[in-house]
């Protein structure tokens, strides 16, 4: 089963503008750690919640100050679709 890591327009743009503070690829290494936790394959200690209301059925990584949201969607392949990334004060609004 492989995993497909998609960015959403804003996380992207997130990434553009804050390329020192979090890289793409460790972005990537905390999603995969967390579809590893969702699918109770790994007992990692990544902080994960599962949202509710505006962001019901995606997932929430926090790490620091900064969140990452994203979506998983099964099928052949799993494939994670990251809708946001941004600091705590901003991604909820």
């Known amino acids: 089963m492989t995993l497909i890591i998609s960015y959403a327009k804003e996380a992207d743009k997130f990434l553009r503008k804050n390329s020192t503070t979090i ?24 902080d994960l919640k599962k949202m509710k209301g ?3 059925g995606s997932f929430r ?10 979506t998983l969607k099964k099928g052949g392949d799993l494939e994670a679709l990251i809708n946001d990334i941004d600091f705590r004060g901003n991604i909820y609004k």
């Open 61 to 70: 990584i926090r790490k620091g100050d900064l969140r990452i949201i994203f």
């Open 23 to 46: 890289a793409e690829s460790e972005i990537e290494t905390l999603v995969a750690a967390a579809v590893r936790k969702i699918l109770k394959k790994d007992a990692s200690s990544i």
């Open 54 to 56: 505006k962001y019901r």
